[in-house]
């Protein structure tokens, strides 16, 4: 049961995804989560350090789209106005079958050469990995502070713990 929601890979960051790491694991396409993973909430806008990341992927022929559960789509397409990657609110994750098909097309990708990052087990891994794809986590930049998502990672903690354990073996 915890190896359903483990993510397949974890890195302490979305910029210390290199492309050679994606090539190298067959990524082709990424669906990628905003809040938390990309940027804090309160960032309506993308930094430069997310505009080179994605740069650097474009330039290598990785292909990218944005799956957020943010609802009204006001805040992705906001984040996405300089970018101009597909984009899709109001996802529905981890329920996002549809939104990863759509996303998948867009982009002309295919489930076993992408990966879903995210910062959250329970909607971007879980996502991912009702849809078949490999997933990849990164830990929330500025998590919120309130009981619904404090709960949420009490519940991540021995998943995280057992991808750690079996990652070290």
């Not at 049961?1 to 396409?29: A, C, H, Q, W």
């Not at 309160?42 to 559960?69: C, H, M, T, Y």
């Not at 990657?85 to 996303?103: E, H, L, M, N, Q």
Request: proline share 5%; charged share 25%.
């Amino acid at each position: 049961m915890l190896d359903y929601f483990s993510p397949d890979y974890y890195f302490e960051r979305f910029d210390k995804i290199s492309v050679d790491f994606l090539k190298e694991n067959g990524i082709k396409t990424l669906l990628i989560d905003i809040d938390n993973t990309l940027a804090p909430y309160q960032q309506a806008e993308p930094d430069e350090r997310v505009l080179a990341w994605l740069s650097e992927l474009k330039e290598n022929g990785i292909g990218f789209a944005f799956v957020s559960n943010n609802s009204g789509g006001v805040r992705v397409k906001r984040f996405n106005k300089s970018i101009g990657a597909p984009a899709y609110g109001d996802s529905c994750k981890p329920f996002a079958k549809k939104t990863v098909t759509r996303a998948l097309s867009a982009l002309s990708g295919d489930i076993k050469s992408s990966a879903f990052l995210g910062d959250q087990i329970f909607t971007d891994v879980w996502a991912g990995k009702r849809c078949g794809m490999k997933t990849i986590l990164v830990p929330p930049i500025n998590d919120l502070k309130n009981p619904f998502f404090a709960f949420k990672r009490l519940l991540e903690k021995p998943i995280l713990k057992h991808y750690f354990k079996k990652s070290i073996t």
